[in-house]
Nanobody
Framework: QVQLMESGGGLVQAGGSLRLSCAGSGSIFSINNLGWYRQAPGKQRELVATVTRGGRTNYADSVKGRFTISRDNAKNTVYLQMNSLKPEDTADYYC?????????????WGQGTQVTVSS
């Protein structure tokens, strides 16, 4: 069994910063791609940023230059540093991991952490 546990969400004023963390635990041999997604009320879940095991990153246009994704492979953890936050960044943020377990790759999601940006 693999679990992803997010932390770091909260309420922040526009222009502020937050750092999200997502730690994987359980029967993990290795983690390939890691990513952050978000879902605002009444909207579909959308990609925020991804990072490969080798460190290659990809960002949604809406967060480029403001958000930074990083990972610590030794800790099975992915981070999302969010700066210059805007009210439109308000959403539930979910981490996603492609985890290798006993030779097979599986897709896992965290339970989500809420980010609210006030204007």
């Amino acid at each position: 069994q693999v679990q992803l546990m997010e932390s770091g969400g909260g309420l922040v004023q526009a222009g502020g910063s937050l750092r999200l963390s997502c730690a994987g635990s359980g029967s993990i041999f290795s983690i390939n791609n890691l990513g952050w997604y978000r879902q605002a009320p009444g909207k579909q879940r959308e990609l925020v940023a991804t990072v490969t095991r080798g460190g290659r990153t990809n960002y949604a246009d809406s967060v480029k230059g403001r958000f930074t994704i990083s990972r610590d492979n030794a800790k099975n953890t992915v981070y999302l540093q969010m700066n210059s936050l805007k009210p439109e960044d308000t959403a539930d943020y979910y981490c996603n991991a492609s985890v290798v377990v006993v030779g097979f790759e599986y897709d896992y999601w965290g339970q989500g952490t809420q980010v609210t940006v006030s204007s």
